[in-house]
């Protein structure tokens, strides 16, 4: 079946390390996106990206980084420059950006500083 | 500014009872889309349902329905006949611009009483 898969589920990273999420689709999806979200809170946007080889920075790009070399895979680095990286992480797709199709959300991955 | 408003951060609904969820939205932009996500405790955003700013009928999936009022710019949302299964945080979201961005709002919670 077609989905977006993010691993790790959980990851545990200590201070001053830099760690990267994973994202990967195969839905064929153009566009794709990084979502975080604190406790009791709403999604906020990190980065996305429209087509391969590009990608914009969203509200809270700060301490992150990001790569779109292939169509499927779009991973997410926290950097030790994230000030309070301590979050749930949703990475989310969509076939076309500018017209009316649905999103496909992965099931997260959670990161906790220790 | 914030452009898309949940007003309510809880909510109680008796099991078999109808309730509705505020969303408020603001956009310059003619063409959008309002979308409506279950996020249960699990942590994956499961689609409900979803409003294009042209549509001119309000958008019915099974048990819930988007009362979309463009002009009061609100797009709140009707779940009828409560299912404790529905007890989860709900979260209103637009998506804007040529990125194909959502903006969520900051979710309701809703507790389904038995």
């Known amino acids: 079946d077609g989905g977006i898969t993010q691993s790790p589920k959980y990851l545990f990273r200590k201070e001053g390390q830099n760690v990267t999420l994973s994202c990967e689709q195969n839905?064929?999806?153009?566009?794709m996106y990084w979502y975080r979200q604190d406790p009791g809170q709403g999604l906020r946007l990190i980065y996305y990206?429209?087509?391969?080889?590009?990608?914009q920075k969203g509200d809270i790009a700060e301490g992150y980084s990001v790569s779109r070399e292939k169509k499927e895979s779009f991973p997410l680095t926290v950097t030790s420059a994230q000030k309070n990286p301590t979050a749930f992480y949703l990475c989310?797709?969509?076939?076309?950006?500018?017209?009316?199709?649905?999103?496909?959300f992965g099931s997260g991955t959670r990161l906790t500083v220790v | 500014a914030q452009k898309i408003t949940q007003t309510q951060p809880g909510m109680f609904v008796q099991e078999k009872e109808a309730v509705t969820l505020d969303c408020t939205y603001d956009?310059?932009?003619?063409?959008?889309?309002l979308f409506w996500y279950k996020q249960p405790s699990s942590g994956e955003m499961i689609f409900l349902i979803y409003?294009?700013?042209?549509?001119?009928q309000n958008a019915t999936e099974g048990r819930y329905s988007l009362n979309f009022q463009k002009a009061r710019k609100s797009a709140n949302l009707v779940i009828s006949a409560s299912q404790l299964g529905d007890s989860a945080m709900y979260f209103c979201?637009?998506?804007?611009?040529?990125?194909?961005?959502?903006?969520f709002g900051q979710g309701t919670e809703l507790s389904v009483k038995p």
């Open positions: 989310a797709s969509t076939l076309e950006p500018r017209v009316n199709y649905g999103y496909t």
């Open positions: 839905l064929n999806h153009d566009a």
């Open positions: 990206s429209q087509i391969v080889n590009d990608f």
């Open positions: 956009t310059s932009d003619p063409s959008y889309g």
């Open positions: 409003q294009g700013s042209y549509d001119q």
């Open positions: 979201a637009m998506r804007e611009g040529q990125g194909g961005k959502l903006i």
